[in-house]
Nanobody, 122 residues
Framework: VRLVESGGGLVQPGGSLRLSCAAS????????MIWVRQTPEKGPEWVSG????????KYADAVKGRFTISRDNVKNTMYLQMNSLKPEDTALYFC????????????????WGQGTQVTVSS
């Protein structure tokens, strides 16, 4: 299993970024996937989750209305469109595979990538 994130960077408050998560080594279309972010101060924080067919998505209250999760099961890739970014969104963002049988809320995941850094600053 391999998960590789990309798309992070430095952006001004109010700006946008689109993160990607390229998956390989497993049948991507069978698994729910999530985004998690982490800072040294707060530890891991679940951001969003998406079901295998993308029929169900969930968001943390802190990002609801600003972030959009999606996936392309042909390209084996998941995305996170982040708009109206705030300084408090600064974190290392990583994608993770939800353990089979668990929900989208980040309670259990079994593989994750190295992460991509997002920094929101003027």
């Amino acid at each position: 299993v391999r998960l590789v994130e990309s798309g992070g960077g430095l952006v001004q408050p109010g700006g946008s970024l689109r993160l990607s998560c390229a998956a390989s080594g497993f049948t991507f279309s069978r698994y729910s996937m999530i985004w998690v972010r982490q800072t040294p101060e707060k530890g891991p924080e679940w951001v969003s989750g998406i079901s295998p067919s993308a029929s169900t998505t969930k968001y943390a209250d802190a990002v609801k209305g600003r972030f959009t999760i999606s996936r392309d099961n042909v390209k084996n890739t998941m995305y996170l469109q982040m708009n109206s970014l705030k300084p408090e969104d600064t974190a290392l963002y990583f994608c993770a595979r939800v353990t089979m049988g668990y929900g989208l809320g980040g309670q259990q995941y079994d593989y994750w990538g190295q992460g991509t850094q997002v920094t929101v600053s003027s």
